[in-house]
């Protein structure tokens, strides 16, 4: 069974940065899509950033240019090095895995199958 945990969450003023981590475990990092979700108080989850098996990436718009997705195979870890914060990027993040995934598929969280359980991100001013 493959299990997520986030950490790297935590306030910070606007225009800051934060890196979050997703450590895997019960399964290796590069053998999944792996995506990055949010999901802010009374809204839906949503799609940030992904990584497909073979390393192509998708983001959201809105985080172009600031957000950068990677991953370390020997630490088997994913990664979201998030830049230029804004009011807007406040929300829980979420790590997600899931198998041969196309590259429209990395955009819906429906389609993986693992989870972790969060990671808040508070952006203040």
């Known amino acids: 069974q493959v299990q997520l945990v986030e950490s790297g969450g935590g306030l910070v003023q606007a225009g800051g940065s934060l890196r979050l981590s997703c450590a895997v475990s019960?399964?290796?990092?590069?053998?999944?899509?792996m995506g990055w979700f949010r999901q802010a108080p009374g809204k839906e989850r949503e799609f940030v950033r992904a990584?497909?098996?073979?390393?192509?990436?998708a983001y959201t718009d809105s985080v172009k240019g600031r957000f950068t997705i990677s991953r370390d195979n020997a630490k088997n870890t994913l990664y979201l090095q998030m830049n230029s914060l804004q009011f807007d990027d406040a929300a829980v993040y979420y790590c997600?895995?899931?198998?041969?995934?196309?590259?429209?598929?990395?955009?819906?969280?429906?389609?993986?199958?693992?989870w972790g359980q969060g990671t808040q991100v508070t952006v203040s001013s």
């Open positions: 990584i497909s098996r073979s390393g192509l990436t």
């Open positions: 997600a895995a899931g198998g041969s995934l196309t590259m429209p598929s990395l955009r819906r969280p429906g389609a993986y199958d693992y």
């Open positions: 019960g399964g290796t990092v590069g053998s999944y899509a």
